[in-house]
């Protein structure tokens, strides 16, 4: 539910401000699918999600701040190598990233989270679950 002291004025700058994080997130993930793993390029996706979750926090828009925080567990999870960037991580990671704005967008016009991103938590998950695949061991 969102803070009843949030200003019309608060939610633009809010919005404003989402959008150029989200901008980063889609440059990222179209330089990541390009020229594959960069660890200045996941570095630089995570201090931006990490605004964008604690300022969606502050106007209190819960659902998207918790989605925020899982994106920037997956994020955590390549920058550490623990998480192969294959096709279906970056379909599941842009499709995402449409939904996120999308829900942006209509908890800013209707002044509440509308915009159900259960889905795209789940899938989330499902990369959080997923395991490296280990190397097969060398015949000695």
């Not at 959008?19 to 570095?43: I, K, T, Y």
Request: hydrophobic fraction near 45%.
């Amino acid at each position: 539910m969102p803070d009843p002291s949030v200003s019309a004025e608060l939610l633009a700058i809010y919005l404003e401000d989402a959008r150029g994080q989200l901008e980063g997130l889609d440059h990222a993930l179209l330089s990541l699918e390009r020229d594959g793993f960069d660890p200045a390029v996941v570095a630089g996706v995570l201090g931006p999600l990490h605004t964008l979750k604690g300022n969606s926090g502050m106007m209190g828009f819960s659902a998207i701040k918790e989605y925020v925080h899982r994106l920037e567990d997956v994020f955590a999870r390549i920058s550490d190598g623990g998480l192969d960037l294959e096709t279906e991580v970056f379909d599941r990671l842009f499709a995402g990233a449409s939904a996120l704005r999308d829900a942006l967008e209509q908890a800013c016009r209707d002044g509440l989270e509308v915009r159900d991103l259960a889905p795209e938590m789940g899938a989330l998950d499902a990369l959080l679950a997923m395991e490296r695949p280990q190397p097969a061991p060398s015949a000695a």
